[in-house]
């Protein structure tokens, strides 16, 4: 089992990071993303990161999110840049064993981005 926790933080220039720090078979992870859910909306995804460092971004995000693992700590970043009111969604760590077309094994319980016009 793997267990994922949110967090999220304000960088200095206004910019705003969410952090998942990863505990348990840490080393049966192969792909982490982040996800989000924004209200009456189907969750869609964000970005993915696999073990072979290979990146995905949504459209929607490229360019404005930044997408980083700390191994040593096993914790992910998403750096968020740029933010829109359309950005307002309940974000979720994931991980999975496979590659990420398969879908996701392990979730967090989201942590909660608001961005006012």
């Known amino acids: 089992q793997v267990q994922l926790v949110e967090s999220s933080s304000v960088q200095t220039g206004g910019s705003l990071r969410l952090s998942c720090a990863a505990s348990g078979s840490i080393y049966t992870v192969y792909t982490m993303a982040w996800y989000r859910q924004a209200p009456e909306k189907e969750r869609e995804l964000v970005a993915t990161?696999?073990?072979?460092?290979?990146?995905y971004y949504a459209s929607t995000v490229e360019g404005r999110f930044t997408f980083s693992l700390d191994s040593t700590k096993n914790v992910l970043y998403l750096e968020m840049s740029s933010l829109k009111p359309e950005d307002t969604a309940t974000y979720y760590c994931?991980?999975?064993?496979?590659?990420?077309?398969?879908?996701?094994?392990?979730w967090g319980n989201g942590t909660l981005v608001t961005v006012s016009s």
């Open positions: 990161i696999t073990s072979g460092k290979t990146k």
């Open positions: 994931a991980a999975s064993r496979r590659s990420p077309e398969y879908g996701m094994d392990y």
